[in-house]
């Protein structure tokens, strides 16, 4: 029943890496109304040992992140607090961030998770 929310607490405490667009969707899918932990950021903390605020974010980044910002975090090991700072902007704002970033990351590649 939890088993993305385990391996999202295995990822969360290092060991196994796990992107940050894949950790706010397994978030965002437990504090749903259908989910393990309908609307309880308390709890969720809890169990997976991690603040309200980050949970809070955590659902942000997956709520108003754009699909191509959230296309260019994946697999990155970017973490929430940076992944928040470019959600909380506008889209227009976002488009301009990824695009930047892009040609920031031509020159000088993104680690990625899996590397």
């Not at 391996?7 to 706010?24: N, S």
């Not at 903390?45 to 309200?52: D, I, Q, R």
């Not at 889209?91 to 892009?102: G, N």
């Not at 000088?108 to 998770?113: A, D, E, T």
Request: hydrophobic residues 35%; aromatic residues 8%; contains cysteine.
């Amino acid at each position: 029943m939890y088993e993305g929310l385990d391996r999202l607490k295995r990822a969360l405490h290092p060991g196994q890496p796990m992107d940050i667009v894949e950790q706010c969707e397994i978030v965002a899918k437990a504090l749903s109304p259908s989910g393990e932990f309908p609307n309880n950021k308390r709890k969720l903390g809890e169990y997976l040992g991690v603040s309200e605020n980050k949970l809070y974010k955590m659902e942000i980044v997956h709520l108003k992140m754009i699909p191509e910002a959230k296309e260019w975090f994946k697999g990155s090991i970017y973490q929430v607090n940076t992944a928040y700072n470019v959600a909380v902007l506008n889209s227009e704002a976002q488009e301009t961030f990824v695009r930047e970033a892009k040609k920031l990351e031509s020159d000088n590649p993104i680690q990625k998770v899996n590397e």
